[in-house]
């Protein structure tokens, strides 16, 4: 694991590094992180550790318990296809109902937000392709003037993101796809075709869910060997 450079914010520093950590499957669910262990492994005291936990916690990373270290949270198969479902819904639903609202501006932010995803597949930076993923996301729903419908996405994502980074090993194997696929909904939006983006969604997020199946069934072959 990473040591932390003195230079900037420390919780900041060593939030990325068992985030990533988490990402890559160098730690697992159900492994405890003791505050003396991990704090020395990272070169910084007590405090800042604790304030990473937290932060860890609030993105459903780990599990904090009372008098005991927290542990890397787990997320089962049947939760994260219950999310992809509702999440499945809503997005298809939302993008009939703000192709139209999408301006050029937003426009041109979601193809920096492709530029920015396909540099951190090259570069191997997993974590943050994952967050620019939830970003595109997010940033599609962000102009639907249903408030309900923006807090119930965001959520979705977030405990998306949680399921995919405990199940690491489905990101370096979905990430090119998954943004090849972006760009193909871009495309439609640029045509101002709700039909085909609605279709493109479609396809994005049926294949999400395959790729999510795949990994997990060739983890319980592995796991049953």
Same mark, same amino acid.
């Given at each position: ?15 990325? +590094? &068992? ?7 160098? @730690?697992?669910?159900? #492994?405890?992180?003791?505050? %003396?262990?991990?704090? *020395? ?47 499945? +819904? &809503? ?7 703000? @192709?139209?609202?999408? #301006?050029?501006?937003?426009? %041109?932010?979601?193809? *920096? ?66 943004? %090849? ?45």
């Amino acid at each position: 694991m990473k040591k932390i450079n003195k230079s900037s914010r420390l919780s900041d520093q060593a939030f990325e +590094i &068992l985030k990533e950590s988490i990402l890559v499957g160098e @730690l697992k669910g159900g #492994d405890p992180l003791p505050e %003396e262990k991990y704090s *020395k492994q990272l070169g910084i005291s007590r405090t800042p550790f604790r304030d990473t936990l937290t932060r860890l916690a609030s993105e459903g990373l780990i599990i904090q318990r009372n008098g005991a270290p927290a542990v890397v949270a787990d997320f089962t198969k049947e939760m994260s296809l219950e999310h992809m479902e509702l999440r499945n +819904i &809503l997005e298809v639903y939302n993008i009939e109902k703000v @192709l139209l609202k999408i #301006d050029s501006k937003m426009l %041109e932010s979601l193809k *920096k937000n492709l530029e920015m995803q396909e540099r951190a597949i090259e570069e191997n930076r997993y974590s943050e392709f994952m967050q620019l993923d939830k970003e595109f996301h997010l940033s599609l729903v962000s102009i639907n003037a249903n408030n309900e419908i923006k807090k119930i996405v965001q959520r979705v994502n977030d405990d998306l993101s949680r399921a995919f980074l405990i199940l690491s090993k489905t990101v370096p194997q979905s990430a090119q796809e998954a943004q %090849e696929e972006h760009g193909e909904i871009i495309k439609a939006i640029e045509m101002r075709d709700t039909v085909l983006a609605k279709n493109k969604m479609i396809v994005h997020l049926n294949n999400v869910e395959k790729r999510f199946l795949n990994y997990y069934q060739a983890k319980e072959d592995e796991d049953s060997n």
